[in-house]
């Protein structure tokens, strides 16, 4: 067993990189959840900031949007030119996402600094690819209702998906060429 892991210590240490930061951001974004109360912005503050902000981008693709509270459940109901097109809930605000794709850039590490600001710089463009995301599926569910399924079950999650992934292969061969220069 001591020779296994002698031989793979790097995965082991990247799994157990990986599976710390994620236990711990995820814990935290619980304890945040835990203690949001929904008074001043339902359900979170973080949904809400989405959906506000997700108004501003559909309202500037000309889909006059407004958002309200849902009364029956802790969302957002999006609401494109007086049609109740989507809701706005916590599992649509990226954190999640965030998280995963921060804990894999952690496990794979370089340098303090370049890994920050990758961090940093994917986490802004993973939330703001989401935003665009929301209202790509918003317009679709607005103008194809009837493609309900396939927009929220394959085109949705595929491009927040499919950004993380091109972002971690960036990072990976990024980090790779930087291995040999140093070797």
């Known amino acids: 067993m001591k020779a296994l892991l002698i031989k793979y210590k790097s995965v082991v240490k990247f799994i157990l990189t990986f599976l710390s930061v994620y236990f711990v951001l995820t814990l935290a974004y619980k304890y945040y959840l835990d203690l949001s109360d929904g008074s001043k912005y339902y359900p979170d503050y973080i949904t809400h900031l989405v959906a506000n902000q997700s108004e501003l981008v559909l309202n500037a693709f000309g889909y006059d949007t407004v958002i309200v509270p849902h009364p029956d459940e802790p969302s957002m109901k999006l609401i494109v030119k007086n049609k109740f097109v989507a809701r706005v809930v916590e599992g649509c605000n990226s954190i999640s996402i965030i998280i995963l794709f921060v804990s894999f850039i952690a496990a794979f590490s370089a340098r303090f600094k370049s890994t920050f600001i990758y961090m940093l710089s994917g986490s802004v463009l993973i939330y703001s690819v989401n935003l665009l995301r929301i209202a790509i599926l918003s317009i679709g569910l607005y103008n194809y209702p009837?493609?309900?399924?396939?927009?929220?079950?394959?085109?949705?999650?595929?491009?927040?998906?499919?950004?993380?992934?091109?972002?971690?292969?960036?990072?990976?061969?990024?980090?790779?060429k930087q291995q040999k220069k140093h070797a």
């Open 146 to 176: 009837w493609r309900r399924d396939i927009l929220h079950t394959v085109v949705f999650p595929m491009i927040i998906y499919g950004i993380v992934f091109l972002l971690w292969m960036f990072w990976v061969n990024r980090f790779s």
